[in-house]
Nanobody, 126 residues
Framework: QVHLEESGGGLVETGGSLRLSCLAS????????VGWFRQAPGKEREFVAV????????FYANGVKGRFAISRDNAKNTVYLQMNGLKPEDTGTYYC???????????????????WGQGTQVTVSS
């Protein structure tokens, strides 16, 4: 079992920055891809970014590329999402997830992830 807990969300104005953290406990997830997703009320869960175990292979959703940066520190069992230049459209609940059973190098579908955190709320005001 892998337990994930997100933190770092909050209320920020347009153009501001937030750094989200995803702390893992239990079985090590250092070899698994870890992704970030977000979901706004009434909308489907949306892929944001994923990072592979080696930390050097990363894929971003088109809407966040150039503004967000995902990284991981396996020694600390933590994955980060640095969010800069935030926009109101970035508002939502952000989840981290681990894909321990996926064969995909860059899983982007929620169904490919088998462990999820509870989420942290990000609100961007104008």
């Amino acid at each position: 079992q892998v337990h994930l807990e997100e933190s770092g969300g909050g209320l920020v104005e347009t153009g501001g920055s937030l750094r989200l953290s995803c702390l893992a406990s239990g079985r090590s997830f250092s070899s698994a891809p870890v992704g970030w997703f977000r979901q706004a009320p009434g909308k489907e869960r949306e892929f944001v970014a994923v990072i592979r175990a080696n930390g050097g292979n990363i894929f971003y959703a088109n809407g966040v590329k150039g503004r967000f940066a995902i990284s991981r520190d396996n020694a600390k069992n933590t994955v980060y999402l640095q969010m800069n230049g935030l926009k109101p459209e970035d508002t939502g609940t952000y989840y981290c997830a681990a894909a321990t059973r996926s064969d995909s190098a860059y899983p982007r579908n929620p169904g490919q992830y088998d462990y999820w955190g509870q989420g942290t709320q990000v609100t961007v005001s104008s």
